[in-house]
């Protein structure tokens, strides 16, 4: 199914994602990570675990652009937070432009009603990465969240998250 999007340039197409587009979808994650980072944070298992959760209908909530049958950019809106990417090679083309469009579109159709209507979207600390697109559009930094690793061969200590802290996925956590 082609979904259309306002703004997308003339010799791109758009479709929902399938779960046979997550190593694709991954791809495309990774060479904006090492351009944006430096390094690679995504693999494909957290993008199939994201897609099998019962906040993300792929049909309606994934948007993939391709150009000349290879995926050039990708969007996600999952409960009020959002994730896309541009391929650094087909940055500054307006296909960020467009995505954060469908995006701002996507939300407020899953807010309808809300009492406040706002959403996020998760960016690396380089500058670029489209930082200044959003920017531009009025959205705010509002807090940081950080990726932590342990040394190899030292396991994580167990325990509960902090009182009043829930799990990211909105889940609390069991006891």
Do not use: F, K
Request: charged share 25%; hydrophobic share 40%; with cysteine.
């Amino acid at each position: 199914m082609i979904t259309a999007v306002v703004g997308l340039p003339r010799d791109c197409t758009a479709r929902p994602a399938t779960p046979d587009d997550a190593e694709a979808v991954v791809a495309l994650i990774n060479a904006a990570e090492v351009t944006d980072l430096g390094e690679v944070v995504v693999e494909v298992e957290d993008v199939r675990a994201e897609w099998a959760s019962s906040d993300v209908d792929l049909p309606t909530d994934t948007l993939l652009v391709e150009r000349d049958g290879h995926l050039v950019a990708w969007a996600q809106v999952e409960g009020v937070a959002a994730q896309a990417d541009v391929h650094p090679a087909h940055r500054g083309q307006g296909i960020g432009t467009a995505l954060a469009g469908w995006i701002e579109a996507r939300t407020a159709t899953r807010l309808m009603g809300a009492a406040e209507r706002r959403t996020g979207q998760t960016l690396g600390t380089a500058e670029g990465g489209g930082r200044g697109l959003l920017r531009s559009r009025g959205y705010v930094e509002t807090y940081e969240a950080w990726i932590l690793r342990l040394p190899r061969g030292r396991p994580a200590a167990r325990r509960a998250p902090a009182r009043g802290r829930h799990h990211p996925s909105g889940r609390r956590p069991r006891r």
